[in-house]
């Protein structure tokens, strides 16, 4: 079984800093993607970032350069760096990740158990 394991979370002030990691484990295939999306109180689900498996990333408008992922291939793990936060910031992220367990496998997306982030002084 694929298992992503969230990690990372708490409270931080305005203005801080916060790093979040998903580590993917069990029977890969291949992934080809790993992000994050957040949900806060009353609010739909959104795209916070991705990253692709060529590397290449997307973010969410909103952020304004203020999110950066990035990946550890050899350790099948993404890495959110948050920086700059706002209140606006506090949510529930899941990361995810789009990959094929088997190479027989169809290619589906996989979530984490979420992780909390506070954004408050």
């Known amino acids: 079984q694929v298992q992503l394991v969230e990690s990372g979370g708490g409270l931080v002030q305005p203005g801080g800093s916060l790093r979040l990691s998903c580590a993917a484990s069990g029977t890969i295939f291949t992934i080809y993607a790993m992000g994050w999306y957040r949900q806060a109180p009353g609010k739909q689900r959104e795209l916070v970032a991705r990253?692709?498996?060529?590397?290449?990333?997307d973010y969410a408008d909103s952020l304004k350069g203020r999110f950066i992922i990035s990946r550890d291939n050899s350790k099948n793990t993404a890495y959110l760096q948050m920086n700059s936060v706002k209140p606006e910031d506090t949510a529930v992220y899941y990361c995810?990740?789009?990959?094929?367990?088997?190479?027989?496998?169809?290619?589906?997306?996989?979530w984490g158990q979420g992780t909390q982030v506070t954004v408050s002084s």
């Open positions: 990253i692709l498996h060529d590397g290449t990333t």
């Open positions: 995810y990740a789009n990959l094929r367990a088997y190479y027989s496998s169809p290619q589906v997306d996989y």
